[in-house]
């Protein structure tokens, strides 16, 4: 419905949208750094403390999963093909524009090294945490009291009372539906140009909306089939066959790159990002006339947020039998350093591949520099291409990304269901209908958004989704305390 509005008069709704996201950027973008900040001290303060010992579930029957295919479903459901798209291109951004704390000029050697840094920053500890404040009150609401919902509503239970199950509760479970499908249209309209521009180099097609469309109608088809098998069947197998790929991928591309330089650069980024962490975190720019945090992390923090509910569900559905401890590392901790293990072996390559003056890279940044918009997307295409072997490389980058967008879309039709269901098996699935009628939504309403204005309206879409969702998360980790309270006495 939302999507179709949006679609009677498309001039007035971008002028909408991008007036909403002004205000909720500039204005109260504090609110997002400083509850992901708190957040995550929140987090350090759980796991170092007794309460980081209780089990999630029944200590005898142990964890539900492997953590093999644990964290493969939490990782593929939480990172997708962003890991591919933005660890290859994300830092030209800060290398063209470098923040303001660094103080560095524009495609600089420093202004390599923070470029490296808030990549490091932006899909680190901090992003992963926003994950992780979801997961722990809604994991111990299925797990440890049993619940007969999987929700996020039933997670602020504790806080709205009775009030869980009438308005109060509707209205949470509605924006978590909002910030989910917000935060899955972003993915897509990143995912799906990224893939189209490898399909165009394999296959000689052109790139637009009629290949962009057919990509997202296989996508649909294939996440529909996967998210109808169910959970074990479906997600957790391709969830499987993209961490094989994942690394195999990631490991021939450390092999046959410069392998020194990317290993190198990795510690320059951790060396600049962990002593500047917390002004990374506050900084709002106010008073200057840059708009780096709010068109950078404020955003990143959003778009995170928009995603959060929904790992709550899918990774608590997931992780019975872990330790409070256990899920705050594997998903703070683990997902943190295999990003940064994937965005210092994709972006540091392309970052030699500039400095060699390779000529696609070096044709794109000249566009770029001209005022153009930088393409992406051709930027992943010139690191596969200029790979040893890089037609069959190609195919395993295409395959690998289409199952990695997949997966993910897959797992949100899977917790978007089970949020909007009544009753379900303790621990158990909604029906095969109920998923797919999710899967084809989603796939609809990226399509709709993608149509309207691509990635700038899909950003927009994420920020606004995301701030509500600040209120809702903290009032789950308000009702988790509550119910630790209760726990112990």
Not at 52 to 68: F, M
Not at 94 to 117: H, K, N, R, T
Not at 207 to 221: E, N, S, Y
Not at 379 to 386: D, P, Q, R
Request: with cysteine; charged share 10%; proline share 4%.
């Amino acid at each position: 419905t939302t999507s179709a509005a949006l679609l009677i008069d498309p001039e007035q709704s971008l002028q909408t949208l991008g007036q909403v996201h002004h205000f909720m950027t500039h204005d109260l973008g504090w609110l997002f750094l400083g509850f992901v900040f708190l957040g995550l001290i929140w987090l350090a303060w759980l796991a170092g403390s007794r309460h980081g010992d209780l089990i999630l579930g029944d200590a005898e029957k142990g964890p539900s999963y492997s953590t093999v295919s644990w964290f493969g479903m939490l990782f593929c459901a939480g990172i997708g093909s962003n890991l591919l798209y933005f660890g290859t291109t994300e830092w030209t951004g800060y290398y063209f524009q470098p923040p303001p704390i660094a103080g560095v000029a524009p495609e600089s050697p420093e202004a390599a090294d923070w470029a490296g840094a808030y990549s490091f920053f932006h899909w680190g500890i901090s992003a992963w945490a926003t994950y992780a404040i979801a997961t722990i009150p809604i994991a111990y609401m299925l797990h440890v009291r049993r619940s007969r919902t999987l929700r996020v509503s039933t997670a602020c239970a504790p806080v709205l009372g009775a009030q869980s199950e009438k308005v109060a509760g509707k209205i949470i479970d509605i924006l978590f539906i909002f910030g989910l499908v917000g935060g899955v249209a972003t993915s897509l309209g990143i995912g799906i140009p990224m893939i189209s521009a490898v399909a165009s180099d394999l296959f000689g097609m052109d790139r637009g909306l009629a290949l962009d469309t057919t990509i997202l109608l296989g996508l649909t088809g294939t996440f529909s089939v996967s998210v109808g098998a169910g959970l074990d069947k479906g997600i957790k197998r391709l969830s499987d066959i993209n961490v094989v790929l994942a690394i195999a991928l990631l490991g021939f591309v450390l092999a046959v790159g410069p392998t020194a330089f990317i290993i190198n650069q990795a510690f320059d980024s951790l060396a600049l990002m962990l002593p500047n962490f917390i002004e990374m975190s506050l900084r709002t720019e106010a008073g200057q006339a840059t708009t780096f945090a709010q068109d950078n992390t404020i955003f990143f923090w959003a778009w995170w947020m928009a995603w959060a509910p929904f790992m709550g569900l899918f990774v608590a559905r997931i992780s019975g039998g872990r330790t409070i401890r256990q899920v705050i590392l594997g998903v703070v901790g683990g997902g943190s350093l295999a990003c940064w293990a994937g965005f210092s072996i994709l972006g540091h390559t392309t970052m030699s591949l500039v400095q060699q003056k390779q000529p696609g890279w070096t044709s794109l940044l000249e566009d770029a520099r001209s005022g153009n918009a930088f393409d992406g997307p051709q930027g992943v295409v010139e690191l596969l291409n200029a790979l040893p072997f890089s037609g069959p490389i190609s195919v395993v980058f295409f395959v690998l990304t289409f199952i990695f967008v997949a997966t993910s879309l897959d797992s949100a039709a899977l917790a978007l269901s089970a949020g909007a269901s009544k009753n379900l098996p303790v621990e158990g699935e909604p029906p095969r209908w109920h998923r797919l009628l999710w899967a084809f939504i989603l796939g609809g309403t990226a399509l709709s958004l993608m149509f309207l204005g691509g990635l700038q309206v899909l950003q927009a879409a994420s920020v606004i989704v995301g701030l509500p969702l600040v209120a809702v998360m903290g009032m789950m980790v308000v009702s988790f305390m509550r119910e630790l309270r209760d726990h112990e006495s």
